[in-house]
Each structure stands twice: as structure tokens, then as C-alpha cells.
């Protein structure tokens, strides 16, 4: 079916991406195509791993928060306490 395709039709096809997209937005394009097909792929065999861990950009993502650390820590001796003197 895709036998007959050489390397004419290729640049032919670039060519018809760079006139329609520009090459400004070709990169960007190319880049979400392939995160999509990355992430159907994974979707298919169940694959979470990789996207747990990064965006799309491939920066880190936290999985939880980060804990405040001005944030007054309770612990559930000083709760009990009153309870008991009164």
C-alpha cells in the first residue's frame, strides 16, 4: 500500500506542511503530534510510569504537595491534652 511512496512525495509533503503551517509553527506542530501519539500508545498497553512523573514539557511533576513548612505541625498529643484536664 505505502511501497510506492519515495523520497520525491516526501518533500513534496513538506513541502505542502511548510506552505500551509509556516515554519514557525511546524516544530510546535510536530512536537504535540508526537506527545499524542506517546501518550495514545501508553493509553493502548498501559504504560502510566513515564507521564506520572513528567509533563508534557518533560519538566518534573510533584505527585504530592510540598508541606508548608510555616504551617504549624499538630500532633495528636497536644490535641488529646485539654481533653483530658477538663
Not at 523520497?7 to 513534496?12: M, Q
Not at 503551517?21 to 501518550?39: A, D, H, I, N
Request: proline share 9%; no cysteine; hydrophobic share 40%.
Amino acid at each position: 500500500m505505502f511501497s510506492s511512496i519515495g523520497p520525491l512525495e516526501i518533500v513534496l509533503v513538506i513541502v505542502v506542511l511548510l506552505v500551509i503551517f509556516g515554519p514557525k509553527r511546524l516544530p510546535s506542530l510536530g512536537r504535540s503530534l508526537g506527545t499524542g501519539m506517546r501518550e495514545f500508545k501508553d493509553s493502548i498497553t498501559g504504560d502510566d510510569k513515564r507521564h506520572a512523573q513528567t509533563d508534557a514539557a518533560g519538566r518534573p511533576v510533584l505527585t504530592q504537595p510540598p508541606v508548608d513548612a510555616a504551617a504549624p505541625q499538630t500532633s495528636q498529643a497536644a490535641e488529646a491534652a485539654p481533653e483530658q484536664r477538663g
